[in-house]
């Protein structure tokens, strides 16, 4: 059964547009969880332009669940990963103006660096995922580095390379997760994948939950990746 880790950064972003402490991250992640979420992911940025380092420990304490933590290759992010100690990291690439993460890590570019990431957040403990693009290059460079899971870009939604690239990653005995992009009419073929792992998903959740609240939202997004993944 493919698993559904749900992103609340987009509650935090509503927050941050006034600087309130409203709406409260602990309580979505909390109904996000009511709902059948089997993980939450935050995504830290450099810029902090949502999520908060405060609330990714507030998360860490108070979640039934597990956390995953999206975070940029840097030093200081590793720092505050081996601190908290998420059950997950997955490296993405990030740049300050982009709207929202637009491609895959480049693995290939920088793999003595991310190889050493890899490593420090293994010996924390940590459970370690790379953001890539479906290319078989950057499967090869992320299975050289030593991370055991894959995150599949799915933003572009090229349905056959996605496939492709699926099932190379899973023939060199990577666990393949995806997301991106993914929303209540497009989630179903991707969650029909072969041995797709779990579907991280957050704008379209929180933007449906506005309507019919996070519990809601969540169970719906979850029972159609669950009949999609039978």
């Given at each position: 059964?493919?698993?559904?880790?749900?992103?609340?950064?987009?509650?935090?972003?509503?927050?941050?547009?006034?600087?309130?402490?409203?709406?409260?991250?602990?309580?979505?992640?909390?109904?996000?969880?009511?709902?059948?979420?089997?993980?939450?992911?935050?995504?830290?940025?450099?810029?902090?332009?949502?999520?908060?380092?405060?609330?990714?420990?507030?998360?860490?304490?108070n979640?039934?669940?597990?956390?995953?933590?999206?975070?940029a290759?840097?030093?200081?992010?590793?720092?505050?990963?081996?601190?908290?100690?998420?059950?997950?990291?997955?490296?993405v690439?990030?740049?300050?103006?982009?709207?929202?993460?637009?491609?895959?890590?480049?693995?290939?570019?920088?793999?003595?660096?991310?190889?050493?990431?890899?490593?420090?957040?293994?010996?924390?403990?940590?459970?370690?995922?790379?953001?890539?693009?479906?290319?078989?290059?950057?499967?090869?460079?992320?299975?050289?580095?030593?991370?055991?899971?894959?995150?599949?870009?799915?933003?572009?939604?090229?349905?056959?390379?996605?496939?492709?690239?699926?099932?190379?990653?899973?023939?060199?005995?990577?666990?393949?997760?995806?997301?991106?992009?993914?929303?209540?009419?497009?989630?179903?073929?991707?969650?029909?994948?072969?041995?797709?792992?779990?579907?991280?998903?957050?704008?379209?959740?929180?933007?449906?939950?506005?309507?019919?609240?996070?519990?809601?939202?969540?169970?719906?997004?979850?029972?159609?990746?669950?009949?999609?993944?039978?």
């Amino acid at each position: 059964m493919t698993l559904l880790g749900v992103n609340i950064d987009h509650v935090a972003t509503i927050r941050q547009t006034r600087g309130t402490a409203y709406p409260d991250i602990l309580k979505a992640a909390l109904d996000a969880e009511a709902g059948g979420a089997d993980g939450i992911t935050v995504h830290l940025r450099e810029d902090r332009r949502h999520i908060q380092l405060d609330d990714v420990e507030i998360l860490k304490k108070n979640i039934k669940t597990r956390l995953n933590l999206e975070m940029a290759a840097t030093d200081e992010m590793v720092k505050i990963a081996q601190r908290i100690k998420p059950a997950y990291c997955c490296i993405v690439p990030e740049k300050r103006q982009e709207l929202t993460t637009e491609g895959g890590l480049d693995v290939l570019k920088q793999e003595a660096y991310i190889k050493q990431i890899c490593a420090a957040l293994q010996q924390a403990g940590i459970q370690v995922s790379l953001f890539i693009d479906p290319d078989n290059q950057q499967i090869d460079a992320a299975h050289r580095v030593g991370a055991p899971l894959i995150e599949i870009h799915t933003g572009e939604y090229n349905l056959p390379k996605i496939k492709s690239a699926a099932a190379y990653a899973q023939k060199k005995g990577l666990i393949v997760n995806a997301g991106h992009g993914l929303n209540y009419d497009n989630v179903n073929a991707i969650a029909a994948i072969p041995g797709i792992y779990e579907l991280n998903i957050g704008h379209s959740i929180v933007a449906e939950a506005l309507f019919s609240g996070m519990k809601n939202a969540v169970h719906e997004m979850k029972r159609l990746v669950n009949i999609s993944a039978k």
